[in-house]
């Protein structure tokens, strides 16, 4: 018994060092994104567990003049605790630049978002940046995109739409802040662009979580060694 107890909390021990581990390389990526962040900058501001370390290292850095907008309640109400300033997007206009994390990158720089259902409001915010930077752990790099595919979809014949994208199912979660029902695309990713170009294209879709590279400006992944530096396929202006 006392051996079976030792190993069990080996076990935890190593579960402990990792989910540390990958919190630490949360933070890693974040404090490097923050870097980039400079007086009167309108920012705007990601969901997920990495922007909550994003958050906080935003705030330290003490810059004056940051307009934010963010992605979802959680993250506005967050920001705001932290003292940073949270505008409507359309109050903000042109952003300078958007940090957001991922739940898959791959080697081409597609990444999957949405694990927290926010990925409609992150896509229009990654959009209306002129940089965007994505940040992550290096577990999120892959090197093939997985099913789940986060959706956002509408709710008017919702189970007409499911059927179309078939094999999906409905995440129970909350609605989106904006009344969408979040689900996932549940078959093989494949070519990630025709993919998007299907779910896109598929009536009662509201958007989906592959985001292309073109979308993208840089991407700082934190491992072991350090953070290293992805060039993205959008040009960092
Ligand atoms: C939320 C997202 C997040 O960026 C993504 O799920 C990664 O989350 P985390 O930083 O918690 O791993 O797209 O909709």
Redesign the pocket.
Known sequence: MASSGATERQRQALSNAGTNAGEDQ?RAAAVAAAELIEDGMRVGL??????AHLLPAIAARGCTGLRCAAT?PATERAARELGLAVHPLDELGELDIAI????QIDPQGWLV???????TR?KIVAAAARRFVVI?SAE?AVRELAPPV?LELLRFGVQRTLLLLSPAALRDVKDSPDGGLIADYLGPVGNARELAARLSATPGVVDH?LFAPEMVSTILIAGDGGVERRAGAKPSS
């Open positions: 949360k990601g969901t997920g567990s990495t922007i979802s957001d994390g991922a739940d978002k949405g694990g927290g259902g926010a990925h992150e992550a999120k986060p979580g």
